[in-house]
């Protein structure tokens, strides 16, 4: 099976499961209301990230490259060669294009469990439900789903503290399967041109034939 199809299993954003999913969804958790405090004004003050990742899949799969996430609303991930992927977040929608094929799919970001990062104002409540807070081996641990769809999955947001900084997330999907992206050389003074987030515009894929 070639790479590609390995990482295809469990993409980086990955989408929810089917309804009929089985499991028993955790209970909510009873945050330190300090503490969540302290990680949403952190979320919510993040404007500007770009990091190197490593991603790994459940199976073994794995693959490098370069993330960014631009506040509210855009978000990249652009795969080192040979794998051939690339998706996009902007506009409220989610891209994944196959550059050796050529072709895009594209589903409402709002389905991603990424897509809670990219809201104008993060609120750690409502329709999110915080399964899990706690400090564990140097760093700390958000686990959350949904509220009232833990059956589509639950994202992990892992960060390091003094100062506070997102270095890690993992995603489990519906079928129990995990994906784990850890990110370094970190850099949130950087802005990028928004031209490199915006697949609706015609000549976008024109420039990233010419940027590969």
């Known amino acids: 099976m070639r790479r590609r199809r390995l990482l295809a299993a469990l993409p980086l954003l990955a ?15 009873t945050p330190d209301p ?10 919510n003050g993040l404007t500007t990230f770009r990091a190197r990742f490593l991603q790994l899949a459940q199976n073994g799969a794995s693959a ?16 080192d060669p040979p794998e051939p992927t690339l998706l996009i977040a ?15 799919s594209i589903a409402p970001a709002s389905s991603t469990p990424l897509g809670v990062l990219l809201r ?14 706690e400090r564990r081996g140097g760093f700390l641990h958000l686990s959350l789903h949904r ?18 900084q997102l270095r890690q997330w993992s995603v489990l ?24 987030f915006d697949f ?8 990233e034939a010419q940027r590969r």
């Open 15 to 29: 989408l929810p499961g089917l309804a009929q999913a089985q499991g028993r969804a955790q209970p909510p958790a």
């Open 34 to 43: 300090a503490l969540l405090a302290q990680v949403e004004a952190y979320l």
């Open 64 to 79: 490098t490259g370069v993330a960014w996430i631009v506040r509210p609303g855009r978000m990249r991930f652009d795969y």
């Open 90 to 104: 902007s506009g409220g929608q989610v891209m994944m294009y196959d550059r050796e094929l050529r072709q895009p």
């Open 120 to 133: 104008p104002q993060i609120r750690l409540a409502g329709d999110i439900t915080v399964t899990a807070l």
């Open 147 to 164: 509220t009232g769809a833990a059956a589509e999955g639950q994202l992990t947001l892992i960060f390091s503290e003094g100062p506070m």
């Open 173 to 196: 999907d519906a079928q129990r399967r995990e994906t784990r992206v850890t990110l370094y050389e970190i850099d949130t003074a950087t802005r990028p041109n928004l031209r490199i």
């Open 200 to 207: 609706n515009d015609p000549r976008f894929f024109e420039e």
